[in-house]
């Protein structure tokens, strides 16, 4: 199989189904380095697959997009031979747009679809993305224009970052930046979009003070396959402070979706 930045390794070709990762806004592939071992503990039988995206992480030499539709583009191109096998996407925040744009562009030419989409953490297409910092409010371009006192005062009430790393500067050098150009790829966006034919399954923080669950669920206008929504314990990063949760309701999906295998009990 021909091998790709955005994958740290080659996927496993007899794996029943694959489950591509795809990353919040600041974050990168790491929020999922957990997911193989803990699913298959579940009993799932997949092949997780973070995404790695440029500019953060093991790819922070090269440029980061801020628009979304060339990212969308590359991705489609370099994900293509990966996702012509039976595959499951997972988005948290930023990432949950950035499926949903994956799969509409690869509806669009006929390409295989995912057998479901999770997606957490993130307005409906229809409404204005979520602005971190409030301070000085939001650019022209709808990006965030908060000085970066007021962007990492926000991410750490959203549990995004350590309150300790606000006396870091070297390190929110390097992290911010990262974060702005994300959400100025999340401000792209617009606010169009259309159904798609797979079935979506919608996770919602109960504490996010960032995205409402009401705006979480107002993804059923875009599910022409069936919609489900599970409201998890935790703030908009329940990903990080609740993953145990989320993972058990991940992993019934995939082996509603992929394969099964029998669950050995460890000895005692």
Do not use: K, N
């Amino acid at each position: 199989m021909t091998t790709t930045e955005y994958l740290a390794r080659a996927p496993r070709p007899h794996a029943p189904v694959r489950l591509l990762c795809f990353p919040f806004a600041g974050g990168g592939a790491s929020a999922y380095a957990r997911w193989q071992s803990e699913l298959d503990a579940r009993g799932a039988s997949v092949d997780v697959l973070p995404v790695r995206l440029p500019g953060r992480e093991s790819r922070s030499g090269e440029p980061r997009f801020t628009e979304l539709a060339p990212l969308v583009e590359e991705l489609d191109e370099e994900l293509d031979e990966v996702l012509a096998s039976p595959h499951l996407m997972y988005g948290h925040s930023m990432g949950a747009l950035i499926a949903y744009a994956l799969m509409r562009r690869r509806q669009e030419r006929g390409a295989p679809l995912p057998r479901a989409a999770l997606l957490a953490a993130y307005r409906a297409p229809h409404l204005p993305p979520p602005r971190l910092g409030t301070d000085t409010g939001a650019g022209a371009d709808g990006s965030c224009a908060a000085s970066d006192s007021g962007l990492a005062r926000a991410l750490v009430a959203l549990g995004g970052l350590p309150e300790a790393l606000l006396g870091q500067p070297e390190w929110l050098r390097a992290l911010l930046p990262v974060v702005r150009d994300d959400l100025a790829l999340c401000a792209s966006a617009g606010t169009a979009g259309g159904s798609v034919r797979v079935p979506l399954h919608l996770f919602a923080g109960a504490d996010d003070s960032l995205v409402r669950t009401s705006e979480v669920t107002a993804w059923r206008r875009y599910a022409a396959r069936g919609c489900e929504v599970r409201v998890l314990p935790g703030g908009h990063f329940f990903l990080r402070t609740h993953e145990g949760w989320l993972l058990d309701e991940v992993a019934p999906l995939v082996r509603r979706y992929g394969g099964r295998r029998t669950v050995h009990a460890a000895a005692s």
